[in-house]
């Protein structure tokens, strides 16, 4: 089968597909994430790829067994859709919260379950972040960004970082990364909030 080549023009990461342009003109190119080689990176929007045409059951064209030839050009400062550079800094937070939390568990009487709670929490946080990356190489059906969210706000937020660092997934969205971090300092300032709350009413 004859390769062409083209522009990956539009590329939706949560849902794993996007369009090809391809080089010579043309109509703009169906492809899904399964048409890439396994294990490879992420997709980009701006990278040069190859690849073979198909039809799908509809009759309609998409692209199939695609090799990236060349990524997109990375100058000047970084794009806004480009991977978070968040690095061993990002793992501080986790140990800077828990330091917070044994002083909060000192002075308010935080109860032992709390933690456990946290713990909990963070398991079930990386265990989702775990299954929506292998739906979305796989193309199965994504879990909710709001989900991911609200696991964290409720306490899941430690296992969330530990995933995203570990599994490479949900850290390239600028706005999805500016709402997890709102979780985080939501959640932080809600805990301390709470057992101080409680600390003036029993005292009262």
């Not at 775990?130 to 960004?145: F, L, N, Q």
């Amino acid at each position: 089968m004859l390769r062409q080549e083209g522009i990956l023009k539009t590329w939706n990461d949560d849902r794993g597909f996007g369009f090809i342009e391809p080089l010579h003109g043309g109509q703009e190119v169906f492809v899904h994430i399964k048409a890439f080689p396994a294990r490879s990176a992420r997709p980009e929007v701006g990278a040069v790829l190859s690849f073979e045409v198909e039809l799908n059951a509809e009759g309609k064209k998409r692209a199939t067994r695609v090799e990236c030839l060349k990524a997109r050009r990375r100058a000047g400062p970084a794009l806004a859709d480009s991977p978070a550079r968040w690095g061993t800094a990002t793992y501080l937070v986790i140990p800077a919260f828990f330091v917070v939390a044994a002083v909060a568990a000192h002075f308010l009487k935080v109860p032992a379950r709390v933690a456990g709670w946290y713990g909990l929490m963070s398991l079930v946080c990386f265990a989702v972040y775990a299954w929506d990356k292998s739906a979305a190489v796989a193309g199965r059906r994504r879990v909710p960004e709001r989900t991911l969210l609200m696991l964290g706000l409720l306490g899941g937020w430690p296992g969330a970082i530990v995933a995203q660092q570990s599994l490479r997934h949900k850290s390239s969205k600028p706005s999805f990364r500016a709402r997890f971090w709102l979780t985080v300092l939501g959640n932080s300032a809600g805990f301390v909030g709470l057992f101080m709350l409680l600390r003036g009413l029993h005292g009262a």
